[in-house]
């Protein structure tokens, strides 16, 4: 486990930003990625980092625990959310966190995909962790997904 404030000091630009999917036909997604490597030799390792809490996934979980069209959301949203949704349907006997922690595999998965479609050749790790929200801000922890 890594309290966010210490990495925050060994890495001065680190920042998490919450998105739920890493969608290999998001072309703006790819074209970061595709350009980060190509552009900064110095990548050696990329996180996907997922949350508790999540919007997407408590939405997900909640459309297939809970009755029919108890939530209404516009048709883009479910869009984005679509592989997700089919995760919490395939994986509906895991709890809200094992769910969090399954879609992270899945996008450090996509990552993967995406860097060997993109023929990465240098040695790139990636690795999944979720951030468990402290009570105030910045209380947070890192943990490490396998």
Same mark, same amino acid.
């Given at each position: 486990? #890594?309290? /966010?404030? *210490? ?12 998105? &739920? ?53 516009? *048709? ?6 679509? &592989? ?57 922890? /890192?943990?490490?997904? #396998?």
């Amino acid at each position: 486990m #890594k309290r /966010l404030s *210490s990495l925050k000091k060994k890495f001065p630009c680190f920042k998490i930003i919450p998105h &739920s999917q890493f969608h290999a036909t998001d072309t703006n997604a790819a074209a970061c990625l595709a350009y980060v490597i190509a552009a900064l030799d110095s990548i050696k390792e990329i996180w996907v980092v997922g949350h508790t809490d999540c919007g997407g996934v408590k939405t997900c979980y909640n459309a297939v625990h809970s009755p029919p069209h108890e939530q209404q959301l516009d *048709s883009s949203i479910w869009k984005w959310l679509g &592989s997700l949704l089919g995760l919490a349907l395939i994986k509906r006997h895991l709890t809200l966190r094992q769910l969090t922690d399954e879609n992270v595999r899945v996008q450090v998965a996509n990552v993967r995909a995406t860097l060997a479609a993109l023929k990465v050749t240098r040695p790139i790790k990636v690795k999944g962790y979720v951030y468990v929200l402290g009570k105030k801000p910045g209380e947070g922890i /890192l943990e490490e997904i #396998k």
